[in-house]
């Protein structure tokens, strides 16, 4: 029963939890802007989605360049990537709070509207139940 209603609901279901996960690692670096040394981080949501989808094998990024994003170190999830900065400051911390607030409007967005398309279908689907 749970499979018919993740299909249902779609792709949504699996991108509301990381949605959720990418904004709380979003007010973390903004929590750390003054801590000499934090690096920023964010979550590949690409690769995490292909994964929870089941759409890719490890989902994990290959990095070719130095340009590319890297994985995050600490083992609890593999799509957690540091976020190198822009112009770092001078005690080694990465956060530019003005980007991070952006990120955390946008991020905020489109859990929003992923959450506006569950209720959606719930909505749908309880019509569809009651006859109303």
Do not use: W
């Not at 290959?62 to 799509?79: K, V």
């Not at 001078?90 to 991020?107: F, H, I, Q, S």
Request: proline share 5%; hydrophobic share 35%; aromatic share 6%.
């Amino acid at each position: 029963m749970p499979n018919l209603i993740s299909n249902y609901l779609g792709i949504h279901a699996q991108a509301m939890p990381l949605r959720e996960q990418r904004m709380k690692l979003i007010a973390g670096n903004l929590a750390n802007a003054d801590t000499p040394g934090y690096k920023a981080r964010d979550l590949d949501f690409d690769a995490a989605l292909r994964s929870a989808s089941g759409a890719d094998g490890n989902g994990l990024l290959t990095t070719t360049a130095e340009q590319h994003y890297r994985i995050g170190g600490d083992g609890l999830n593999p799509f957690q990537v540091l976020r190198p900065g822009v112009q770092p400051s001078l005690d080694g911390n990465t956060v530019d709070p003005d980007a991070e607030r952006a990120a955390y409007g946008r991020a905020a967005l489109e859990y929003r509207a992923s959450l506006s398309f569950v209720e959606s279908k719930v909505r749908t689907l309880t019509t569809a139940i009651t006859g109303q």
